[in-house]
């Protein structure tokens, strides 16, 4: 079992800290969590919760992903990185391209790209993005980023982006998983025909276990049937060994532990530390 950490709205310092912890205690990846910002306000719609809302506020720290992991990849040698997950349909595809570009190369392939489409209408409206077209524009923006990354000229035509040929030159970029996340049927049938890998919602186990099944059944009838998917579901209850086997059991290779409620409470390097080296521990 690969055992990994998802991070959100730390201090800044706080990363590069808990990465060289996660580094040495043999952690598979960590994910850090996306907001571009955060709206004073705005409609109880987010959809993994039974309230509705995320559990945060304007008051929460955002820290930019690319930024981040750029940094991270200079303190780390075998940890990856991902965003988890980042919402590409607020964003220019051709910034994003750059970004991934600049990061899989500094941390020499040490990254997958875990994409998502939002949920937050009101984030959208505040930066002047189309909400009701994001998942149109979606697909344009992997098209277009896919594309970028082979470091040669390419041009697209589509509905959102017509430029002809441009590149980001450099050598191509191979090897970046594109990880999705969500559970929505529009969420599914992209990722089955075009991911390399789910980012699992925190959801109990059997929900993971029959969102595999319906990925498993869109990838059969599509344009990528065979390929393997990798999964990352997120582990809920106890932390420790006999619900980490529940996963194993279940035929997951990989779990991902919400870092903000482990560290709860934990004041100081050496308690964080120690958290951090036994989650490590439960891996194999």
Known sequence: MRISMNLFGLDAALYGELAGYADRAGLDT???SDHLLTPQSYAAEYPYSDTGLPGYDHSLALNDIWVTIGHLAATTTTLKFGPGVFILPLRSPFVVALSLATVARLSRGRVCFGVGSGWMREEFEAV?????????RFDEDLDVIAGLLTGQLFEYHGRFFDFGPAGIGGPPVPDVPVVFGGSSTAALRRLARRGDGWF??????VESVATRTEVERLRADGPRAGDPITYYPRLTGDIDPA???RYVDAGFEHVVVSGGPLLKGVTSAAEREDVVAELGALGS
Do not use: K, M
């Open 30 to 32: 960590l994910w850090l």
């Open 128 to 136: 002047g993005e189309d909400f009701d077209t994001r998942g149109s």
């Open 200 to 205: 699992g919602p925190v959801c109990e186990l």
């Open 243 to 245: 619900n980490v086997q």
